[in-house]
DNA sequence: TTTAATAAATAGTAATACTATCATTAAAAA
DNA sequence: TTTTTAATGATAGTATTACTATTTATTAAA
């Protein structure tokens, strides 16, 4: 059995849908290996066109700007975490096992679980660590959150959410702890990476130890 | 007595120190009140050299670059922000108390201890919630950090770090902890503003909720 | 086969992020 | 007082960015 996973992304985030052809497909491949490799200030559409020997106006096609195409790879990989959430959490009737396993998968990204094509999450994950909160820091994040291109963020967010409840139904911060978890995982790994010293960490690298921390934080939290 | 805060900033951070004269008092007053109200991207040297009626290259003078603006701004507020704690825990003997009133300055802004002259704080406080994480997301993080750019923020950490210590000496995380409570301090009350979803504190913009599930974090943590 | 739609290639524009040059003014040193 | 220095101001120029528009080529349906 051959599986491919797709996932359907917010129409608003594109002119042209790149899943639907070979040029699209190649757009989100490459924006995201140029992106982790030069970083979101220097990527530029003439630069992506480049390297995929295409034109500057062949990748307006299908995004309107750089930044419309930073939602939609970030939010992909939200909606990539929240699937990998509900399939490695099937089946399991306990709660805190299901937070714990959460934590753990939101903290290390590796563990390549389903082969998505032309998409490497793992260089993602290391652009929405880096690059992530970029795509709602912005002067239009009202209208774009309007717009539903946060959904999957969200999503991800509320089912956390959903089993912080179900571990602790009287504690009264599920979202916020939530979003904490889920924000911490990727900038305590960031920290560890370029500014050790806000970390406990070291340069380890050690994302047990980040797991570890989590897991404290939240359990902790809601005191179970 | 007239008191007047001056922070002493690293010299790396600017071409010629905007503390010592007029036209660099209002470099740095208007890039706070233009960054404010268009935001990082939108904002050039040359709108704000329209708006302190100078030229461009005479805000070059200043600063290499808008990021090393950026950097200055937000460091001058972790830099006060520091110093606010260290003044307003001052003689305060229990640990705990100290932390409390820690979470509670980082979390909410306002109460204008000190005249800091063209400084508004307020509008500062706004921008390092949704900019501030940009002077650290870059390609050149490493350099940047080496040229000691981001102590102030580093130190901030390392203090209330130490307050967790002091509270709890076995806890393992402290410096994870501080900088848990230093960033959400900020993200959750942009999110309470922009994405409530995100949080448990609505569209309230009640900062008091926000200040009680960080305390509630923070304790459940370090146990005490 | 013609026509209509789709995509690719080329060219062009306004704005950005600078750098360089030179003139003016004001303050400090000789 | 004159001279020197330093800061500012004014002007111009460049490469790159972030687009838009137009034209040309390709393919698909009538």
Redesign the interface.
Known sequence: MELSLKIKMNEKLFLRNPEESELGRKIIQHSIILIHK??L??FTFKKLAKEISTTEAGIYRYFENKHRLLIYIVEWYWSWQEYRLIFQTNNIKNAETRLKKAIRLISTPIEDDVTTSHINENLLYEIVM??G??S????H??ED?KAKL?KP??DL??RIAGIILECNPKY??????S??VI??AH??N??AK??P?????GNSKDESKIVS?LE??VF??I?V
């Open positions: 030069i970083g200030e220097a880096s690059e909160a970029k709602f820091l912005t002067k994040v009202t959150n946060f963020y969200k967010c509320a009264k911060y599920p979202n916020s702890l979003i904490t924000e911490m900038s305590q960031y920290y370029h500014l010293s806000l970390t406990d960490f921390y404290d934080l902790s939290s005191k």
